[in-house]
């Protein structure tokens, strides 16, 4: 009964047609992945115990991951010649699809039915949250023992890898949602990129006319919007988990303001999923918009002339979502034993020096991520450091109750940004959907 309470709540999510960055189907791979940096990853598995035999031979281990869009896949060729170097098994690999909305419900009909098909599964954290609270994901205290978890991100081992005290998943990947502008709308006007909540409103005014607005957003209401309205919460110093507070409210009016108030903002981007957004902004239409890094691949070399990414302005903080991708041990696979070797592989220097060849064209181990020479070449990971550096990226609240929160909260926030009902409705009405959801 319990897995198919879950079940239905994870199959709740098919509404949530892209609510991460890898919601972008990429259509190029990132400047991060320069032959440069290609060259870099290949070298890393040359410092790896090259002198220690294989410690398992014979074995193969699946992977199913959006990474493997071809066989021929850079990260999944180099993956597979150092896992193999390494250990001697052979990697399997199974290509995801890379739209959330389409791989949802695949990778959950096969978790809820039990196959031990694949081994290891690449997840984000609100997946793998649902699912290791389902019981699909096996737990890996073996492989992200404390001091494995110490070479990463404490912010993302307690809110993405721990769940009721074991570890479920070895971080992969350092996602978030970065800054885009249109600099030459900005250098045209005479503007400096904003870095404060008062700039930013300025320049937003300032840019909005002529068919274009000086802010776009992503506010559908099927996934989209919670991101942003975490990110406003955030941004006026809110918990969004916490409605009530004077914090909470003035991100909400915010959002409301610059649609309703200053003008800035369309309504029509209430209707707007991740792909129109950016598509938008590409056409010239936003001047200025929060999009996840997969943007930054689609824009390759147009960053640095017509668009650029600007550090995160400050209103009483300069937070925005930091997110990933990460993979975990299939309960119903029958190799445990190989999938963990591989799995403590990629929680290495090593294995982590390979994600740059990945379409997200990046790592998750700190000091991969701050290695001067995987930067080297590589502006996104520069950026990500420098948002990480300043205090920006900051997980999302991953209670195990987080997917029913997001699909009862979202209409109404969509209802009260539409100006169907007042802040006050707004409030009450979604402080008992979370309350509730949390007393489960």
């Not at 909400?252 to 902004?281: C, E, R, S, W």
């Not at 420098?386 to 205090?391: H, L």
Request: hydrophobic share 45%.
């Amino acid at each position: 009964m319990k897995i198919r309470i879950i079940l239905l709540l994870v199959l709740s999510m098919l509404l949530i047609l892209a609510l991460f960055g890898c919601a972008e189907t990429p259509a190029t791979t990132p400047s991060g992945t320069s032959e440069q940096n290609q060259e870099t990853a290949s070298n890393a598995t040359d410092d790896t115990e090259e002198t220690q035999p294989p410690v398992t031979s014979g074995e193969t281990v699946t992977i199913y991951s959006r990474f493997i869009v071809t066989q021929d896949d850079p990260w999944f060729v180099a993956l597979k010649d150092a896992v193999y170097e390494e250990t001697g098994i052979t990697l399997d690999g199974v290509a995801a699809p890379t739209s959330f909305g389409d791989f949802v419900p695949v990778v959950t009909a096969m978790l809820a039915s039990g196959s031990g098909e694949m081994d290891i599964i690449h997840l984000d954290e609100l997946l793998s949250i649902s699912f290791a609270s389902a019981g699909f994901l096996e737990p890996i205290n073996d492989v992200m023992t404390p001091e494995v978890q110490a070479a990463f991100n404490p912010a993302v081992i307690e809110t993405n890898v721990m769940f009721d005290g074991n570890a479920y998943l070895v971080p992969v990947n350092t996602n978030g949602m970065l800054f885009y502008v249109n600099r030459r709308m900005f250098e045209e006007a005479g503007l400096d990129f904003p870095t404060t909540g008062d700039e930013f409103l300025e320049a937003a005014i300032a840019l909005t006319g002529d068919g274009v607005y000086g802010y776009g957003g992503a506010w559908l209401a099927n996934g989209f919007l919670y991101n942003d309205y975490l990110r406003w919460i955030r941004k006026f110093g809110g918990h969004p988990l916490d409605f009530t507070t004077p914090e909470a409210r003035a991100g909400l009016q915010a959002m409301y303001d610059f649609i309703h108030v200053h003008g800035v903002t369309p309504l029509t981007t209430l209707a707007n999923d991740y792909n129109v957004l950016n598509q938008k902004f590409i056409d010239g239409h936003y001047a200025m918009i929060f999009a996840w890094t997969g943007l930054f691949g689609i824009l390759g070399d147009d960053i640095g002339g017509e668009y650029d990414v600007a550090p995160m302005p400050t209103w009483e903080t300069n937070w925005t979502v930091g997110a990933g991708w990460h993979m975990a041990l299939n309960r119903f696979s029958t190799n445990h034993d190989a999938a963990k070797q591989v799995l403590s592989f990629m929680a290495t220097d090593a294995g982590q020096r390979l994600n740059v060849l990945s379409f997200d064209g990046t790592p998750a181990r700190v000091e991969t991520l701050n290695n001067p020479e995987v930067i080297d070449g590589n502006p996104l990971l520069r950026i990500l450091g420098e948002y990480s550096a300043a205090g920006s990226l900051v997980p999302r609240p991953t209670p195990v109750q987080v997917n029913e929160i997001m699909n009862g909260v979202e209409p109404i926030v969509h209802m009260f940004l539409m100006g169907d009902i007042t802040l006050d409705e707004c409030v009450e009405r979604v402080q008992n959907v979370i309350d509730t959801a949390l007393a489960s």
